[in-house]
């Protein structure tokens, strides 16, 4: 049954979704056109395409943000999570998700603050990867013979530092000119410290021996670029040693850090660098008068020492004529003992000879016994005539072959005891005569009273010429004869009557 009421009317306008999305996107840019938004980056994502999205947020609320690939090369930051940022850009709407978001264009930090707040975030975690340690510095060259700097090529910091450089000692500068501040700043800085060290030694252009990174004053925003993360690790990486002089003494930056020294100004850097000429030959003239000094003490040390050294070493020309004097006296005593040796070994064999029986008479006697006991035998045994015979035959060969050696033995006896010797025999006596010899002189020398003589003693005799053993012996006004090594004096005694060897000086001998 069809429904008698009629349909109602309202007179509120209708509107399609795409109609309502349009309307609150031109309501949006029209009403608030470019606006600056300041809060904190959130949700910060690069994508491929070469966009980032964000959001920006404060206490109470959250709006989305978009730079375009072709807005973050002039965004004039890094967008990090957690900085507080002013953006600027316009407010649109994204129709199909029917929200609203800010289209970026600028971005810059929130003051002060905020930029402290990301400098500190950024050396906690440097620190944290030890590229602020101590032992990560290295020390500066002496005198380096080419020195870089980067720094911008036109302002007053090059300028300084070359007058520093060439009023201290001149060397060679290599300028890398390079924007101190703005956009792309940091990364052209980072490249010239690494182009620095990239340069091989021995090129075509001298490798730096010392970097020098400056720049003059200014405000926290202009020192920025050197507080940057890339140019950090760029210093850190560097194998040359780095002076970072970035702002005035006041000004700290992140680079001062990590860089092998620090200096207050772009002056201090080249005065750090180089040093002054007249000191380094002032300080040569010292050393050099220091080294002087010490070799002239050395010398005469030395000479002290070999002073003493020589006074050590005994007379060498006056051994040597004592052994001389001594060989002398050996060779003399040689010859002269030698034919007294040979006639005394002549007597005793001739004594020898003198003693030995005569061999003729021995076989006389042996003969005459053997017939002796022949006879006997054979007047008491008839029956063993035969075989005592025989065995006399033996016995009696056996004799004579005996008697025979004897002869002989007593014959080369006889022979050598009278002299009838060959020559040769004569030399080996001769020379064992000499061996012994040779052997007795030590031993002769050691006990000859000579030798004490020699020492400082004397041999004190009489006139008769018998040794004075004893003080009692001495009578008052006796003769005495003194013999020295060197030869003998005569004295005449004063006192006597045994006194003991302290007696008194005026009772010495009246030479």
């Not at 209708?14 to 009403?31: H, N, P, W």
């Not at 072709?70 to 953006?87: D, K, Q, Y």
């Not at 029917?98 to 975690?125: C, F, K, P, T």
């Not at 911008?152 to 060679?172: H, L, N, W």
Request: with cysteine.
């Amino acid at each position: 049954m069809d429904d008698p009421r009629p349909t109602p009317v309202s007179n509120m306008p209708e509107y399609t979704v795409s109609e309502i999305s349009g309307a609150v996107k031109r309501t949006l840019e029209t009403t608030f056109g470019r606006v600056r938004v300041r809060g904190e980056l959130t949700e910060v994502k690069r994508y491929p395409s070469g966009h980032i999205y964000l959001s920006l947020k404060d206490e109470g609320s959250k709006i989305s943000g978009i730079v375009w690939k072709g807005s973050v090369a002039r965004l004039g930051m890094v967008p990090e999570n957690g900085t507080e940022v002013i953006a600027t850009g316009r407010i649109t709407s994204y129709a199909e998700r029917s929200s609203y978001q800010l289209i970026i264009e600028r971005m810059e930090y929130a003051g002060a603050g905020a930029l402290l707040a990301r400098i500190e975030m950024i050396r906690q975690r440097l620190a944290a990867e030890g590229l602020f340690d101590a032992d990560r510095k290295r020390p500066l060259p002496v005198l380096p013979r080419v020195i870089g700097v980067v720094t911008s090529e036109r302002g007053a910091v090059i300028q300084d530092i070359k007058i520093t450089i060439s009023r201290r000692f001149p060397t060679t500068i290599l300028v890398w000119p390079v924007p101190v501040q703005g956009e792309g700043a940091a990364e052209r800085i980072a490249a010239a410290i690494a182009g620095f060290d990239a340069m091989p030694e021995g090129g075509d252009i001298p490798r730096p021996d010392v970097l020098i990174v400056a720049r003059g004053g200014g405000s926290l925003e202009d020192l920025m670029a050197f507080n940057e993360e890339i140019v950090i690790r760029a210093a850190a990486a560097c194998r040359i040693p780095l002076i970072s002089a970035v702002g005035h003494e006041t000004d700290t930056t992140l680079i001062d850090f990590v860089s092998d020294r620090r200096a207050p100004t772009p002056t201090a850097a080249a005065e750090m660098a180089i040093p002054a000429r007249t000191d380094l030959i002032a300080d040569l003239a010292q050393k050099n008068s220091r080294l002087i000094g010490a070799l002239n003490r050395f010398a005469q040390e030395s000479r002290l020492r070999l002073a003493r050294a020589e006074r050590g070493i005994p007379d060498l020309p006056a051994l040597l004529g004592t052994a001389r004097q001594r060989l002398d006296d050996r060779s003399e005593r040689a010859l002269l003992a030698l034919p007294s040796l040979v006639a005394r070994r002549r007597v005793v064999l001739t004594s020898i000879e003198r003693r030995l029986p005569d061999p003729r008479s021995l076989t006389a006697a042996a003969r005459e016994t053997i017939r002796d006991r022949a006879l006997r035998l054979r007047l008491s045994a008839p029956g063993l005539v035969a075989v005592r015979r025989s065995s006399l035959e033996m016995t009696t060969q056996r004799l004579g072959g005996a008697v025979h050696r004897a002869m002989t033995l007593l014959r080369g006896r006889a022979d050598r005891i009278t002299g009838r010797v060959t020559e040769a025999p004569l030399r080996a006596a001769l020379r064992e005569a000499r061996a012994h010899l040779a052997g007795l002189g030590p031993r002769l020398e050691a006990a000859s009273p000579m030798a004490l003589l020699q020492r400082g003693y004397v041999l004190v005799t009489n006139p008769a010429g018998q040794p004075v053993t004893s003080a009692a012996s001495v009578k008052p006004g006796g003769k005495l004869r003194l013999h020295f090594g060197d030869g003998e004096i005569d004295a005449v005694a004063q006192g006597g009557g045994g006194r003991g060897r302290s007696a008194p000086a005026q009772e010495a001998l009246d030479l």
